[in-house]
């Protein structure tokens, strides 16, 4: 298929986390805020999930499996565009892999300023190119879905940059 492994990171805040630490803050610390979304939670297979203990973005195990699969492009999609994304990113870029981000797939909880922020250090540290589309942004923004709507444009509520909840 078009994708060899599909893989997943979740980060973690552990009790020695920088963020605990000097932020207090205490977030991302347990289920069901540590869990993979509900939706994508049946596409996860075994050994296929990476947990991320601090502001890493590839942790050391995700990247002995990367070098040891060495992929041309690794396609990078998720939450928070400006932190999560755009670590992972410029780690894989760091491994010399191509990274690519589907920016219709990402979004931030900071909102549409830090979403568009997070795009446009992506684009100055990994290049433009490596910033692609998948349509999905011309379709669902905020409006119930036609009868006849294609799934695709229900998932791209998921992406939306300007998440509610």
Not at 33 to 54: F, H, M, N, S, W
Not at 68 to 75: N, W, Y
Request: hydrophobic share 40%; glycine share 10%; charged share 25%.
């Amino acid at each position: 298929g078009r994708f060899d492994s599909v893989l997943f990171t979740r980060f973690l805040n552990t009790p020695e986390s920088p963020y605990r630490r000097l932020l207090d803050w205490h977030g991302c610390a347990e289920p069901p805020d540590t869990d993979i979304a509900p939706e994508l939670a049946d596409l996860v297979r075994p050994g296929c999930a990476y947990a991320k203990p601090g502001f890493t973005g590839i942790p050391d195990d995700l990247a002995a499996r990367l070098r040891e699969e060495s992929p041309e492009e690794v396609v990078v999609v998720g939450i928070d565009t400006d932190m999560c994304v755009l670590k992972v990113a410029m780690d894989v870029f760091d491994l010399g892999i191509t990274p690519v981000v589907l920016v219709d797939c990402c979004a931030s909880t900071g909102g549409l300023q830090a979403h568009l922020a997070g795009l446009a250090t992506l684009a100055r540290n990994i290049g433009a190119d490596q910033l692609r589309t998948t349509g999905l942004d011309e379709g669902y923004r905020g409006r119930p879905p036609a009868a006849d709507a294609k799934p695709e444009a229900v998932i791209d509520d998921l992406s939306s940059p300007t998440p509610t909840g």
